[in-house]
């Protein structure tokens, strides 16, 4: 059982620095993006393309995180569910996946659409910024989140 226990801790730890790593990688290729996109169209569009298919690594982290996670529970008889830090943590997981379907699908989404088109008039422009500060805010709030799972997980308060 503690053997089972320590592999299950291991995927799981695996999972999240997975989860967390795309999502340190996607803000660092979407700054790229943009330095791309307001030099050269073409670049940046290229760019983008290609930072969208890691979305889809980051969510299976998570899903993989949060699997593994439940057996844990499941193997330690649900006694974490007790503790208050737990709670919080597992209420910002919640939260990471409300934010990210929320926030950063539609704003990813919209941005494809805008660099779709060949529209390019003010109006165009100026969404083309909300979406940026979106993009940024979506990017630091997933951030923040994970760093706050960490010092959770790390202290452990009752």
Do not use: C, P
């Amino acid at each position: 059982m503690q053997a089972v226990l320590q592999i299950t801790l291991t995927l799981h730890l695996i999972a999240l620095a997975m989860a967390i790593g795309i999502t340190l990688a996607n803000a660092i290729s979407q700054y790229q993006f943009w330095k791309l996109y307001d030099s050269n169209k073409e670049q940046g569009l290229a760019a983008f393309k290609a930072t969208t298919k890691f979305r889809v690594f980051g969510i299976i982290g998570l899903m993989v995180s949060i699997l593994t996670g439940l057996i844990m529970l499941w193997l330690l008889n649900w006694s974490l569910t007790a503790l208050l830090w737990f709670k919080i943590k597992l209420a910002i997981v919640v939260l990471l996946f409300v934010n990210g379907f929320t926030l950063g699908r539609t704003t990813s989404d919209k941005l494809d659409a805008i660099l779709k088109s060949e529209n390019n008039t003010d109006e165009v422009q100026h969404e083309t910024i909300r979406l940026r500060r979106n993009m940024q805010l979506f990017q630091l709030t997933q951030l923040s989140m994970f760093i706050i799972i960490i010092i959770l997980a790390v202290f452990r308060f009752n």
